[in-house]
């Protein structure tokens, strides 16, 4: 089954930003009332009505720190109902030794400006990501926004309708973010500004439906049938478990395609005929956040697809983050991946390296925000081995290290914008 949902999205998209501009002329709502200034008499404290409960991030958007995400700024749309909208621009530049040719020792670009839509109340609910992006990761050349929107996910890479059922269960249809993995797409949402090399195995953004279950306390599900990785070809299976208790969470992901897909783009490789599981531990108190994760993949053998040997996948990485007084954090991250076969026995490449290869990687980002503005520094190295020659980095492909030095410079919009 195949079908071309991109105008679909853009229009959707189109139509919640014009809805969001005409809503933005309207009066504000008032801003919420201050708690009781800590001098007032306890009996007057006492009198006094409890304060509203401060805006908070709406709990759609993924962020998994250290940066905070922001109210978002409130809109009456009339019949489309209250919309809640936030915004991002950052800027990033790039410096690294041992670069591959076409690529360059030094590159700068608008990595990040885009528009957050959302519809997060009443029986039917929506939720629209549209502007330019990138998806720096470790190991790969540089990529412009421009190029990476036209070889990816286009204009509007998340775009979906959300259907609550009760008070435990959902329904979201369109272009959703994966269910696999620890790291999210955009460079925002995660410890680090570049991606990693075990991300680089996982699909980012899929098309297809999702149910979402709350059981009991502690317990989330998800399980969604879509196009794998961007595929257009509905044969994949996509499921999520999630056990939290206190600062302790436990995620188990799994997906696989139940058909065969020969069709290959960019943001459709070989491993859109895999399967993969991952299991990931967070531990998140105060200035905390530890999260080790485990995730293997396997490519099975289908010469209609172009895989004369089978190939897998296995590595994991352990993220840790601090964060100081005063806006500063310190997040980190080790990754080790390894892939099966050789060069010689027809095994598939799967980490770019050559097959049979392994890859190690460190990346440190200090972090700073104030606000909605914020400011951080990736200081990453990556270290290839058992890699085929002409494959790595350096001008002819022999060189096993990379250093890179990234900054993204950027400000998150949300409440900000509207006047108290």
């Known amino acids: 089954m195949k079908m071309n949902t991109n105008r679909i999205l853009q229009s959707m998209a189109g139509a919640a930003m014009a809805v969001a501009m005409m809503a933005g002329a309207q009066t504000p709502a008032p801003s919420e009332p201050a708690p009781a200034s800590a001098s007032a008499p306890a009996a007057q404290a006492a009198q006094a ?14 962020l998994t720190g250290p940066l905070q995400w922001l109210p978002p700024a409130t809109f009456d749309a009339g019949p489309l109902g209250k919309l809640s909208v936030n915004g991002i621009v950052t800027g990033f530049a790039q410096f690294q030794n041992n670069y591959v040719p076409g690529d360059d020792n030094a590159q700068a670009t608008l990595s990040n400006g885009q528009i957050f839509i959302q519809k997060a109340d009443g029986k039917y609910q929506y939720y629209v990501q549209a502007g330019a992006y990138t998806m ?16 990816f996910y286009g204009p509007v890479p998340v775009a979906f309708l959300k259907l609550p059922v009760g008070k435990t269960t959902s329904f979201e249809i369109g272009s959703l973010p994966t269910l696999m993995g620890a790291e999210s797409t955009f460079t925002y949402q995660n410890f680090n500004i570049e991606r990693g090399i075990v991300w680089n195995q996982e699909n980012a953004i899929n098309r297809g439906i999702q149910v ?16 794998g990785y961007y595929s257009d070809r509905y044969s994949w299976l996509s499921g999520s478990l999630t056990f939290t208790k206190g ?21 459709t490789p070989v491993q859109n005929n895999s399967y993969m599981h991952t299991v990931i531990y967070t531990y998140t108190k105060g200035p905390w956040i530890v999260q080790p994760y485990f995730q293997y993949s396997n490519l099975p053998t289908n010469p209609k697809v172009g895989v004369t040997k089978g190939t897998s996948a296995t590595g994991g990485a352990f993220n840790l983050s601090y964060a ?27 980490l770019g ?35 085929k020659p002409g494959s790595v980095f350096g001008k002819t492909g022999t060189d096993a290290d990379q250093f890179r030095g990234v900054l993204e410079f950027g400000f998150i919009f949300g409440n900000n914008i509207i006047g108290k």
């Not at 998800?222 to 196009?227: I, R, T």
């Not at 190690?360 to 972090?367: D, K, Q, S």
Request: hydrophobic share 35%.
């Open 353 to 387: 390296s050559g097959a049979g290869s392994s890859g190690t990687t460190f990346t440190a980002t200090p972090t700073y925000q104030k606000g909605g503005m914020y400011v951080r520094s990736d200081l990453a190295w990556v270290h290839a081995t058992d890699y």
């Open 247 to 267: 600062p302790h969470s436990l995620v188990y992901d799994g997906m696989g395609n139940l058909g065969q897909t020969a069709y290959q783009t960019a943001a």
């Open 49 to 62: 009505p409890a304060p509203a409960t401060a805006p908070a991030p709406l709990p759609t958007f993924v």
């Open 136 to 151: 720096p990761t470790l190991s790969v050349p540089f990529l412009s926004a421009q190029d990476t929107m036209k070889n």
């Open 212 to 227: 979402n279950q709350t059981v009991g306390k502690y317990l989330a599900a998800s399980l969604s049938w879509n196009d």
């Open 324 to 350: 100081f007084k005063s806006g500063f954090s310190l997040p980190a991250r080790v990754e080790y991946l390894t892939s099966s076969g050789s060069a010689t026995d027809g095994s598939v490449n799967l």
